[in-house]
């Protein structure tokens, strides 16, 4: 069956060390991965984009590496900032399935001054 | 201006209720979705409309009955409610089935006693 997973164990991190956070997806072949910020008590906000035949994708802090080998996206943030503490979703998207989103059950990351 | 709304934010019930929650959507979207996130904090997709017909139905129980009087709103009621009903429900909308980015109201918190 088809599976995401990311790590459920919270990251926390020093302000101004890169976050690295991994989303490994089994049984699919997704034409896109987006990635989603969820802060608590709101609902998912769209960061990224990745393509299939993209390896990399870029917005100031944030970096998308997406390998279709490995089945697997890595989620960067750089200079992290406490701002940046929230759980990061991750959502392979499969061609066939119109524009169902299938998330990850998200990483928490917890940026301390 | 709220780009997609819910109301209300939380609703506290016995079992075997009847209850609605409302989404409105003013970004002039054609699809909108309604997902569940349980207390693990996994989203899971319900139902997808575009233009008022239904795209998606991911074996919901029927006691779960989406309403879009208008592409601006989808409604969702739930008939004889159950413990396990208690979680947050997201709606959603994005500009069609295609479009890859998706907009999230902020929940309603939905508790059942």
């Known amino acids: 069956s088809q599976k995401i997973e990311q790590n459920s164990e919270a990251l926390n991190i020093q302000e101004g060390k890169t976050a690295t956070l991994t989303c490994n997806y089994t049984?699919?072949?997704?034409?896109?991965l987006q990635w989603y910020r969820q802060d608590p008590g709101r609902g998912p906000v769209f960061l990224l984009l990745?393509?299939?035949?993209?390896k990399e994708k870029r917005k100031e802090r944030l970096k998308v590496t997406f390998d279709t080998t490995l089945k697997q996206s890595l989620f960067h943030i750089t200079a992290s900032q406490p701002a940046d503490s929230a759980t990061y979703l991750c959502?392979?998207?499969?061609?066939?399935?119109?524009?169902?989103?299938?998330f990850g059950g998200g990483t928490r990351v917890l940026v301390k001054p | 201006d709220t780009a997609v709304s819910q109301t209300p934010k939380y609703l506290v019930t016995q079992m075997g209720n009847d209850k609605s929650i409302k989404c409105e959507q003013n970004?002039?979207?054609?699809?909108m979705y309604w997902y569940k996130q349980d207390s693990k904090k996994f989203l899971k997709i319900m139902f997808s409309?575009?233009?008022?017909?239904?795209?998606i139905n991911e074996t919901v129980p029927n006691r779960f009955s989406p309403k879009s009087p208008d592409k601006a709103h989808l409604n969702l009621h739930i008939n004889s409610l159950e413990l396990g009903d208690s979680a947050v429900y997201f709606c959603?909308?994005?500009?069609?089935?295609?479009?890859?980015?998706?907009?999230f109201g902020p929940g309603t918190r939905l508790t059942v006693l």
């Open positions: 959603a909308s994005s500009q069609g089935l295609v479009t890859d980015t998706q907009y």
């Open positions: 990745i393509r299939e035949n993209e």
């Open positions: 970004l002039g979207h054609d699809t």
């Open positions: 959502a392979p998207r499969v061609k066939a399935a119109g524009n169902k989103l299938t």
């Open positions: 049984n699919y072949s997704p034409a896109y």
């Open positions: 409309y575009n233009n008022k017909e239904l795209i």
